[in-house]
T-cell receptor
Framework: AQSVTQLGSHVSVSEGALVLLRCNYS??????LFWYVQYPNQGLQLLLK??????LVKGINGFEAEFKKSETSFHLTKPSAHMSDAAEYFC?????????????FGTGTRLQVTL | GAVVSQHPSRVICKSGTSVKIECRSL??????MFWYRQFPKQSLMLMAT?????????EQGVEKDKFLINHASLTLSTLTVTSAHPEDSSFYIC????????????FGEGSWLTVV
């Protein structure tokens, strides 16, 4: 079974600073990895995903993540935080794209951006 | 892009009554839909997987008789919370996937249920 660990339930950065949200996964087969963002009282929006190919994945809103198999990690980064980035971020893993298999979510990281 | 819509976005019901939440895929055929429950400041917990035309597969610990799921068409799945109690109050989110678009999973906007 797959699992996801997000280190740090809360991360606070200053506006303009680097954003780093950590995600480690566990999977017995090559995983498909996702980052979702959730704004208050809303559903989830896909930021980016890794399926196969290039390990550095670029997403929306200037976010990117790098799949590192040796470290079983898929950390999310953004060079310069903006106030509008304040939200809850979820890392998720899925083990197959051949079937409509389910996503397993991490516990989430709340990003706070301060002036 | 693909859109998944939930209705209602917010609902308040009395304890003991039933409430239905709809999940629609607006511009694609959703072969599979998922229902999640999210408590405040917590992650999403998968409740069940719903395949069109077949019975839903419930996760361990989820009462199938309390949370009725019907996936009657390729664009609609419904979650009915029967005999609702205050502890059922939560944020319910659906997601849908279409095998024809690389298995991207799209999420609805969520539905807040408050049982009083």
């Amino acid at each position: 079974a797959q699992s996801v660990t997000q280190l740090g339930s809360h991360v606070s950065v200053s506006e303009g600073a680097l954003v780093l949200l950590r995600c480690n996964y566990s999977s017995s087969v090559p995983p498909y990895l996702f980052w979702y963002v959730q704004y208050p009282n809303q559903g989830l929006q896909l930021l980016l995903k890794y399926t196969t190919g290039a390990t550095l994945v670029k997403g929306i809103n200037g976010f990117e993540a790098e799949f590192k198999k040796s470290e079983t990690s898929f950390h999310l980064t953004k060079p310069s935080a903006h106030m509008s980035d304040a939200a809850e971020y979820f890392c998720a893993v899925r083990i197959s794209s051949g079937t409509a298999s389910k996503l397993t979510f991490g516990t989430g990281t709340r990003l706070q951006v301060t002036l | 892009g693909a859109v998944v819509s939930q209705h209602p976005s917010r609902v308040i019901c009395k304890s003991g009554t039933s409430v239905k939440i709809e999940c629609r895929s607006l511009d694609f055929q959703a072969t599979t839909m998922f229902w999640y429950r999210q408590f405040p400041k917590q992650s999403l917990m998968l409740m069940a997987t719903s395949n069109e035309g077949s019975k839903a597969t419930y996760e361990q610990g989820v009462e199938k008789d309390k949370f009725l799921i019907n996936h009657a068409s390729l664009t609609l799945s419904t979650l009915t919370v029967t005999s609702a109690h205050p502890e059922d109050s939560s944020f319910y989110i659906c997601s849908a996937t279409n095998r024809g678009v690389g298995n991207t999973i799209y999420f609805g906007e969520g539905s807040w249920l408050t049982v009083v």
